[in-house]
């Protein structure tokens, strides 16, 4: 009897795990990194975006990136001077908490600093982070950048949009085809947890809050064999993570999502 060409179903939450392979591939590649570039640096992430931590791989091409699972960096750099691969690479273990990573570079500490001081992206934020601003929309007609910008540059709100503000709590009426406020609304106060409801609001008027942000904590020299710790705010910094940005561990052979 032939074989049956009938579509089948194909399970897409069956994939194969790279599991303990991945993790052999991680470790040996940074400790053949560490023998082959002049600087190690440990950085930590504000607001984790993807896109972004690519940017940064993508601009600085002459550095090999590694973020992800620290347990993993950190058996690779060694957990004492028993068993680490180059002289004090150790010495970085302790900061390898919270969302960080590696990055090895030939640039010298003053160039990756100034680099990372330049590069903060806006983007939207996300639940669970805290308010960096607040966002109120005026009384009267909705504009599409909720008085973002001037009536003059901008277009009244579409109708279709109102019943979903009225979803997130806005106390929105159609008048004559336009959305309207009665009063001013407060989307958000600064300082305050971002709910779901919010984020989506700042989103739909385009208030851009979440600003990513890379900042150095410490890095390694490879001539001198020396570790130098930097102080807090050094480098760049930026505002809290969201609870859904962890990320499996990645270096530049595995793209993230």
């Known amino acids: 009897m032939p074989r049956s060409k009938r579509a089948k179903v194909v399970h897409l939450s069956k994939v194969t795990k790279k599991g303990k392979a991945l993790t052999l591939k ?26 972004y931590l690519k940017d940064v791989r993508t601009q600085l091409a002459d550095s090999r990136l590694f973020f992800g699972k620290t347990k993993v960096m950190a ?11 180059a002289p004090n690479t150790s010495l970085l273990t302790p900061h390898l908490s919270g969302t960080v990573g590696l990055l090895f570079s030939p640039r010298a500490p003053a160039a990756v600093k100034a680099y990372f001081a330049d590069f903060h992206p806006l983007d939207y934020a996300r639940a669970g982070t805290v308010a960096a601003r607040t966002f109120v929309l005026p009384g009267g007609v909705v504009y599409s950048r909720g008085g973002e910008i001037a009536v003059e540059e901008d277009v009244p709100l579409a109708h279709s949009i109102e019943p979903t503000l009225r979803k997130w709590g806005v106390p929105t009426r159609l008048v004559k085809g336009r959305v309207e406020l009665e009063g001013e609304y407060v989307v958000c106060q600064e300082g305050e947890v971002l709910g779901s409801g919010q984020t989506t609001l700042l989103k739909m008027f385009g208030v851009a809050t979440a600003e990513f942000g890379v900042e150095l904590k410490a890095y390694w020299v490879k001539e001198k064999a020396e570790v130098v710790v930097l102080a807090e705010g050094e480098a760049g910094g930026g505002a809290e993570v969201g609870e859904d940005d962890e990320d499996e561990l990645v270096d530049d052979d595995e793209m993230m999502e």
């Not at 991680?26 to 896109?51: E, H, K």
């Not at 058996?75 to 691969?85: M, Q, Y």
């Open 26 to 51: 991680t470790y040996a590649n940074i400790q053949a990194c560490v023998a082959q570039y002049a600087y190690l640096y440990v950085f930590s992430v504000d607001n984790m975006r993807n896109t």
């Open 75 to 85: 058996a690779a750099l060694g957990r004492s001077a028993t068993d680490e691969p």
